[in-house]
């Protein structure tokens, strides 16, 4: 029926553990603005708007952070005469 | 157009943030487009209790200092697609939040979304009168012992003076969820009785939550309680407190009692 019942039964307290070990050691690094992946968020929306005019509506970006990988997706839609503007 | 919420206590460690995300959810479960916004600017952890932690992008503060669009800060939920949270900055000061800034997003909220939730940072700051500052209700969470009944009265207090309804001279609608009530504290006479919380604060009742191991397991998954366990005792009592909260009256189930609370009141047969 319900899974996290099933699941329930089992300890809960390790994926506290996890899910605190991953978060915390992102949240450090994160002091001092040496977070990778916000800085890569940063410049990448810097260099596009460098060659055209970004809608701020048309993007959409998402970050998955994990213990070993984690994971930006920057999604941006280009309009066809994006490029003219730069031009 | 939405309606404003604020979970607010004036105590920490009450259950505010626990509140919001399953209140947020078993709105959402209903069909209810929900949107739970964290105001601990600096000590964020609804998006913990929520399990989006990984996935925060933006936040309120990005928003407000127009950074970021509204629409890149809202993390939608994995489980409940009409579910949404927009997270508390961790690393901004909360001098931050500008009532400008603050009003604006509420406001946007409120065309997009059936319930802006916002949970309330503990004290009596900036970030506590920011996030009731444009509610339409209240909800005061309030543990059944003495410190935290005196500081919900004092946060009642503000509500009627501090936000933008009372400055305009209308009432603020506010109900007391009563959290981590523990029956067998309760049947032993050693704990506040619902009765005595009600009738110093004066507010009428949405829900007992029972204190339980439920809630702590949901939040080490990640889940709010209704999600996480949705048969499980707080689980039904914050279903209770939802279709409350949309208007329907029903009897408050005490936890522990076989009748409810109003059917006690009412009920009781002649001895």
Redesign the interface.
Known sequence: M?P??F??RAQ??P??RE?LQ??LA??RA??GDSDLVNKL?DEILKAISKHMQVD??K????????AQVSTLAVDIEIPFNAGKKAA | MGKVIVVTSGKGGVGKTTSSAALGAALAQNGEKVVVVDFDVGLRNLDLVMGAERRVVYDLVNVIQGEAKLTQALIRDKRVETLYLLPASQTRDKDNLTPEGVEKVITALKNAFDWVICDSPAGIERGATLAMRHADVAIVVTNPEVSSVRDSDRIIGLLDSKTLKAENGERIEKHLLLTRYDAARAERGDMLKVEDVLEILSIPLLGIIPESMDVLRASNVGAPVTLADGRSAPALAYFEATRRLKGETLPVTVPGEKRSFLGKIFGRKAA
Not at chain 1, 59 to 66: A, C, F, L, P, T
């Open positions: 319900n996290f019942r699941f329930s809960s307290a994926a506290a899910r991953v978060l992102h949240e994160a002091t968020r701020d509506e993007v959409s970006i998402k970050m998955e952070r994990g």
